[in-house]
């Protein structure tokens, strides 16, 4: 299936493109973008030019950042184009639900995809915790958002979502493994005296579940999940890529994929099917948070 | 039917009370409150202990503040009780959906409730406007925090919502009466530098809808939303009790009750048919200003 990439940035050249390659389902057969491009493929600035040029072209995969999104989504469905976004889906939950109903009177696939749940442990986390009774649950998320957003301004504009968009990965991860949902109680954003987004973030759930993200942190990464049950302890590592039970590592299956060609494989079984993949709960967690989260000003944070 | 209140502040007392005296639907069976009560009525500190007590009691109203409300709502529905929620219907999204599961589950009606949708001209406004082009929307909401909810400083703290709380009847009325559904675009919160929540918003909406709220506005509130369709100028005002279409002030329907009365009577016919009535969709549009708004920071605000 050829398919087209809007938005050639750092996660589309680092992750999207490679997946592709890879795959035997897809084509990278264009890209749409301001300045980014990728050698050998037809490059466009314009997404009105591209859905015209190019009607081949049934698959439109958008990794732009989360504000100028739904426009795009929106000229793709209304071209009768299937769509995958980026994590988070949009900027605002109301495009999501719009767009989710524009692509249902279209008859088009949408899929909002979450990288995090694709990490290699995440499903035999989930498998693991169906039957256990979950005391605690607690994230921590702490990485440097110099090293994984170098100079990109727009995470700390309004609609940036600041800590949320690496945090974001983690609830992702959080509403696929616990067998109740849950929602906040309390939160505390830290927003820099110079930012409209918090750059560090304390969530109070219900049930024992509770979450520190840090984007402000020097050092080795910390991307864990740990979570306290009737049976014992499950920690997922690195971000679901390592799981501990018990103190004992479990081995990931064989012939694992990564997180991005998983999402791909999805993403051509949707469309196959002509389904729709549209959880928002992640993203409702995140605007709970700004809704009820007590805000507090932090030093100026500079690049 | 019985039913009990849960809640008894100035809400409770100038709507809920004296509706359900009114309604030959109705007997106010029950209070449940730290403080207030209703003279004549069986009193109650507790939930747990009016819920056991009171067998006869099938439905719940609940009239507390939003952060508080999930706990009372959830064992109403785990007693087998029907409920409904004063607006807005929780403090979080989330968990208005976990409700929103919990009741379909328990088999109990559930009402989120919108008492500006049941103003005088709402449903009127909503009729005219159906089969017109919408070119532009505007809301105008402005009134005194002093006045409304003199001294409640919950409205000022993390979850309160702030100037929301009114603003939120506005976009009630907006999702109700638009054709087609709106996103926000930008916002920009003015956040009094001694509060936690917004005393001012500027919202701007897709397709020419945009709000001015303001809690802070001495004299005559406005309460008004100016509909530029097509067809001419449609302008609610005083909150959707009056509507004037191209210059002439529209009559309201013959023997058209309050709007409590009208809720009450919503909920006698939900109980009836067992059905869920939960439209997040205004407070989703206060998440989403939230999660997107640029937060200016603004004198203090005090009593």
Redo the contacts between chains.
Sequence with gaps: MKIALVGVGKIALDQHVPSLAASPDWELAATVSRQGRVSGVEAFTDMTEMLTARPDIRVVSLCLPPVPR?AYARAAIAAGRHVMLEKPPG?????C??LA?LARAAGVSLFATWHSREAAMVDAARAWLADKTVHKLHINWREDVRKWHPGQDWCFE??G?GVFDPGINALSIMTKILPA????V??KLS?PENR?TPIAAELTFTDGVSAYFNWDHQGPEFWDIEVQTDAGTLTLHEGGARMVINGAEQGAAAGLQGEYPRLYNEMAELVATGGIDMDL?PL?????A??????VTVPPFDW
């Design positions: 739904f900027a605002t939950l109301s495009e639900h719009a109903d309004p609609g979502m949902p849950v929602h906040l309390c939160a927003f409209q709960s409702r967690h995140v605007a709970d700004f809704m009820l989260g007590e805000r």
